[in-house]
């Protein structure tokens, strides 16, 4: 009995336990389920939102929220196979320049809200209207393909059976956990999300974290976005989309204070994984597109239910 | 009058918070026509109590009893409809509305089903006119002064009508002037037969008004009495249960060493074009009345607001802190007087808020020296007698240790001057006196300490030199045998003789 | 010495007060209508009043949908889907045996009520509405996308004539709304509802049902997101379960560009009404000058960080002086 009640106080445990659950049923029950080709096919997918999710788990943390990692994500997915140069046969140009943009587009948000105090949700939004009306002049509308072959090689490499996609989680996944558990900064992000007032008078500088986080979201945003890229080769207005609300989600699901100061990545990581197998399970039953609306509706509010209600008052 | 039946009771009330027992087994009786005095070091369940009496905690167990009967659930409107009114210690205020719409907020008086605004603000008028409230009433709160805020939340309790009035520190924040004019609303009430509670840290103020008093100590009754024939002695007494000494430490002899802030010409805030210094091994006292600029002194030296200065020197260098991080570097540190939104991160651990400041300094390539923390943590809590598990969320504690955890985290720091708002607002006696001794202890070891202060007793019997501040400027600096009370009041209110201002 | 002299002028007074703090904002719409006028004269005539006030009225409404939600200390991601749905409810019952009536008492009852279902949620369940109303936003387009799976439907000619025709119909029953508005605002609850947004736990000791007025303000949320959603059905004739989806950042741009603040009463409806006037003459001007609706997009986003960026840094900057 403890041992339940422990489970239901410690959200990132009990997200866990979750997926488990939902993965033991449905391979015992859907044939082709438990498959590795399968499971591995979910992981490959929960990489992306899980690389996202890692920026926004610090925003959230600090208490704010990052409205434009979608248009992040289609900014690089689409501007990475035209800024790549024809001279570099490696591509890793491409993805530094890519991953300059995106981190550069982030910074401006982290400028925004903090030098011009637009509160984060409005000044993400805005970017992410600004960005998406760039994107049409830019890129015109149609889809781009890639020939960077680093990207290639991202998408779609297995060394030893494991997609590259999910290795690059991995270690997103270990580098921003050290960053919030075991460095400073993530101390005092956890510190601003908590009390911003009382952060800046302990001699926390609210500017210039949250100037480095904006670029951190953007940055791991550019991350997913040149994964997305690889994986689908192709990039086009909209890609980036879908993963705006999964990854908030999936930080909620991973039981993160939406209010900020309270949470952990390692929630954030089997959220992502919660998300991709329920979305699958969706796709399977074979329901039509509002039917499916629903049933994802209806399972963030059911999971917010059990794991992410805000203390009182 | 006091065979009279009570007006409001609890009997044997049992509350408690996350398994933690708050109140065990309380009984108040508040007779009509008597002011009632609760007092109660911090954390002695006083401010659950006022919450139980007022419906806005049930108890868990015992019942509370209107007229002599118990009720059932109470609720703030069922409390509202039997007469009883709080005056919180946190405002109840809506900044963007009106005066009149936040005293009539809860008890709308209706026609139609719409507000009736003239008959509300027949109602404001009447109880502004009590508690001196001369500002426009269509004015938005957001426009007053924290002192003229909470006159406008007693004047709010006043338009209830109450029967039984619950008044928690209603002078914390309030000017002398204000105080003399809700002592006189209390006494008008008293002989009207309203039945009132009086919470407040300020003696004087109990011995003055009050004529019965319960004292809380750790959730329990240790006195319920008559205060007739008590003094101020006996008071503490009660509320400590044992005797206290005196409570400020003996006064070192001043030997100022070098000057650690010079700014001459210094504006930030409400302050205009002063001058102030400060030695090393000085207790320098900033008074005043509310808002007249002490706390804007000590944030523009601090870096946390913005600032300029014809002339300044903070430790030695030239020119004011840009921000907190460089007045960090320059050796100042600030406790703040709000520590539940300004000097603590409440959710989190009383670990994680010790070691806030220090986390860049006990960093090591990058990263958290686990086991440097620990030591320092557990240094920390040692030197300041913090007692208990260091994982516990900050917000567990009582006022007293709260403080006490918001002036630890800077010890780390070695800070050469320590700027303190008002550090000693609602802490209890014992935690003063240690704080108090803890202050004369800094200034001994060659630090500035920089005190605003609210409460006069402690400007006079701590400070080396007291500097009033009036409206943004200099009133008047006192030092020596100059301060006192009646020299800082005096100045306070712009009057240069004594006994005019009161 | 008090400004209000006689009693029964004190409601007089706070509104003349709430009009002084949107000065700014008056001179700066009045200042757009004027320069609209100049460019398009036609919107002095009869019809091209209508079709200005047409385009306005579904925008003022979710504007004020929103509004009342960030007054109380909330947000809703949930407009847009409310639209859509009330767009796609309005095509696909009028034609029934209820008729029209039928049509717009299913349209509001189905606002009300999933606005309050959302409402008791966040109330009662303690969660945030902004997570709230997301989860809200799928269930709803997908409820919408079943009753309507392609724009199609059925809207009598007539309605669509009378509500979107060359009478200024819409203009009217703005005027009604705000009116509703104003007598609400009047009530104990409806300033519950500011009281609510800017200190609950003040409110809650005051007396004040917080957690009633956040369902209510849900609630009438709904309402007006799902009336705008009927209205727009109207203009274009038919159903569509996605045509409200600009609605909900339109929405929040809006009250943001009319000073709402968002942790709850800041700010005023007037304000947010003025923003989402602003707004709309942004989008009409970009749309005659022949801008592509991509520049819109680019526009707003600029817009959107102007409206907050410009007033923090005056007021930052009046504090340095």
Redesign the interface.
């Known amino acids: 009995m403890n041992a339940v009640k422990s489970i239901f106080r410690n959200p990132p445990l009990l997200t866990f336990v979750l997926v488990a659950l939902v993965w033991l049923v449905a391979g015992l029950t859907l044939p082709g389920f438990g498959a590795y080709g399968h499971l591995r096919y979910l992981l490959e997918l929960a990489a992306v939102i899980g690389i996202v999710a890692a920026g926004q788990t610090l925003v959230i943390l600090m208490g704010g929220i990052d409205l434009s990692v979608g248009a992040v994500i289609t900014v690089t997915a689409i501007l990475l196979p035209l800024i790549s140069p024809i001279w570099d046969p490696t591509g890793l140009v491409g993805i530094a320049l890519a991953l300059a943009i995106a981190t550069g587009i982030g910074f401006l948000n982290g400028a925004g809200a903090a030098y011009l105090r637009v509160p984060p949700i409005i000044m993400t939004l805005a970017m992410a209207t600004f960005l998406q009306g760039l994107l049409v002049v830019v890129a015109g509308g149609s889809a781009v393909t890639v020939s960077n072959p680093a990207v290639i090689l991202l998408g779609q490499a297995r060394p030893f059976g494991v997609p590259s996609g999910v290795l690059l989680w991995l270690v997103v996944s270990a580098v921003v956990l050290a960053l919030i558990h075991r460095m400073p900064i993530g101390a005092r992000f956890l510190a601003i999300g908590a009390n911003p007032l009382a952060a800046r008078l302990s001699g926390v500088s609210l500017t210039r974290n949250t100037l480095i986080l904006y670029a951190l979201s953007g940055f791991f945003a550019g991350l997913a976005g040149i994964l997305v890229l690889g994986m689908n080769r192709q990039g086009y207005v909209g890609i980036g989309d879908p993963y705006l609300l999964t990854s908030i989600a999936a930080v909620v699901l991973g039981g993160s204070s939406i209010l900020g100061g309270r949470g952990t990545y390692a929630g954030t990581i089997p959220g992502a994984i919660l998300l991709v197998t329920t979305t699958a399970l969706i796709t399977v039953v074979n329901a039509s597109p509002g039917w499916r609306s629903i049933m994802f509706g209806t399972l963030i509010l059911a999971l917010l239910l059990i794991s992410g209600r805000e203390a009182r008052r | 009058m006091t065979d009279q039946k009570p007006l409001l009771e609890a009997r044997q009330v049992f509350k408690g918070f996350f398994g933690n027992p708050v109140l065990k087994g309380v009984d108040i009786a508040l007779h009509p026509g008597r002011v009632h005095a609760l007092l109660g070091e911090n954390g002695a369940g006083k401010s659950t109590l006022i919450n139980l009496l007022?419906g806005?905690l049930q108890p868990d167990s015992g019942t509370i009893a209107v007229d002599g009967k118990p009720v059932g659930r109470f609720s703030?409107?069922a409390a509202?409809a039997a007469g009883i009114a709080?005056v919180?210690q946190?405002?109840?205020?809506?900044?963007?509305?009106?005066i009149?719409?936040n005293i009539g907020?809860?008890?709308?008086p209706?026609r139609f089903?719409?507000?009736d605004?003239?008959e509300?603000?027949?109602g404001v008028?009447n109880v502004c006119d009590m508690v001196g409230l001369?500002e426009?009433?269509?004015?938005?709160v957001a426009d007053l002064a924290l002192g003229r805020r909470q006159m406008v939340e007693i004047a709010?309790a006043l338009f209830r009508r109450p029967r039984v009035l619950i008044l928690d520190e209603p002078t914390s924040s309030l000017s002398a002037h204000e105080a003399g004019i809700l002592a006189r609303v209390i006494e008008t009430l008293r002989d009207r037969g309203t039945a009132l509670l009086y919470i407040s840290h300020r003696l004087n103020e109990v011995q003055a008004l009050c004529s019965h008093v319960t004292v809380l100590k750790d959730g329990g009754v240790t006195a319920d009495q008559s205060l007739s024939g008590i003094d101020g002695e006996g008071l503490v007494r009660l509320m400590v249960g044992r005797e206290t000494g005196d409570l400020f430490p003996p006064r070192a002899a001043a030997n100022p060493g070098a000057l650690r802030i010079n700014v001459e010409g210094f504006s930030a805030g409400l302050v205009r074009d002063i001058g102030f210094s400060g030695r090393a091994g000085e207790i320098v006292g900033i008074g005043g009345l509310v808002g007249q600029g002490q706390e804007d002194l000590l944030l523009g030296l601090?870096g946390?607001i913005?600032a300029r200065a014809a002339k300044a020197e903070v430790s030695g260098k030239p020119g004011l802190p840009a921000?907190?991080?460089s007045a960090?570097a320059a050796g100042l540190v600030?406790v703040?007087a709000d520590r539940k939104?300004?000097?603590?991160?409440?959710?989190?651990s009383i670990a994680?808020n010790l070691?806030?400041?220090s986390?860049?300094r006990l960093?090591r390539n990058?990263?958290?020296d686990r086991g440097a923390e620990t030591r320092l943590i557990a240094e920390l809590a040692k030197r300041l007698t913090i007692k208990g598990d260091v994982a516990r969320p900050v917000q567990a504690l009582s006022g007293g240790n709260q403080q006490k955890v918001a002036l630890a985290?800077w010890l780390p720091l070695d800070p050469s001057v320590l700027l303190l708002n008002d550090p000693t607002r609602g802490v209890d006696i014992e935690t003063k006196r240690e704080i108090y001794l803890m202050l004369r202890g800094f200034a001994a070891e060659g630090r500035l300490v920089i005190i605003a202060s609210s409460d006069t007793p402690e400007l006079v019997h701590l400070c080396d030199r007291v500097v009033v501040l009036r409206e943004g400027r200099v009133a008047a600096e006192l030092a020596g045998e100059a301060i006192s009370e009646e020299a800082i009041v005096g100045a306070a209110m712009g009057v240069d003789r004594k006994g005019t201002a009161a | 010495m008090s400004a209000v002299s006689s009693s029964g002028w004190l409601y007089g007074a706070i509104q003349r007060r709430r009009n002084r703090g949107l000065g700014g904002l008056y001179l700066v719409v009045a200042a757009f209508l004027i320069l609209y006028a100049v460019l398009f004269p036609g919107i002095l005539s009869v019809g091209g009043f209508s079709k200005f006030t047409q385009n306005w009225f579904p925008l003022a409404l979710v504007t004020m949908a929103q509004a009342l939600l960030m007054l109380n200390g909330g947000i809703t991601l949930a407009i847009g889907p409310l639209v859509s749905l009330g767009a796609v409810i309005a095509a696909t019952t009028m034609e029934g045996v209820f008729g029209v009536p039928g049509g717009i008492v299913a349209v509001a009852f189905t606002g009300l009520a999933i606005g309050a279902v959302i409402g008791a949620i966040v109330a009662h369940l303690r969660l945030p509405a902004i997570i709230v109303t997301l989860a809200g936003s799928f269930i709803i387009t997908g409820v919408a996308l079943i009753l309507l799976p392609r724009p199609g439907g059925f809207i009598p000619d007539w309605l669509s004539n009378m509500l979107a025709g060359h009478t200024p119909v819409a203009f009217l029953l703005l005027v009604v709304v705000l009116l509703a508005w104003k007598a609400f605002l009047a009530t104990p609850l409806g300033l519950g509802i500011y009281a609510a947004g800017d200190n609950p736990v003040g409110a809650f000791r005051s007396g004040v049902p917080v957690e009633r007025a956040k369902i209510v303000a849900f609630a009438l949320s709904g309402l007006l997101a799902a009336l705008a959603g009927l209205f727009v059905a109207a203009q274009t004739g038919s159903g569509d379960p996605v045509i409200g989806t600009p609605f909900t950042l339109n929405s929040i741009a809006a009250a943001v560009l009319g000073g709402v603040g968002f942790l709850g009463g800041k700010g005023t409806m007037r304000g947010a009404i003025c923003g989402s006037l602003l707004l709309s003459v942004m989008i009409n001007v970009m749309f005659f000058l022949g801008f592509p609706p991509v520049a819109q997009y680019i526009a707003q986003g600029l817009i959107i960080v102007g409206a907050v960026a410009v007033p923090e840094l005056l007021k930052s900057w009046r504090a340095k002086r």
Do not use: C, W
């Open positions: 007022s806005a703030p409107a509202r709080v919180q946190e405002l109840s205020l809506t900044a963007d509305l009106s009149a719409e907020l809860g008890a709308f209706r089903g719409l507000i605004y003239a509300l603000h027949r008028r001369t426009p009433l269509d004015m938005p709010k601090y946390a913005p921000h907190v991080g960090n600030y703040p939104h300004e000097g603590l991160v409440l959710p989190h994680s070691i806030l400041p986390l860049g960093a990058g990263f958290r985290k």
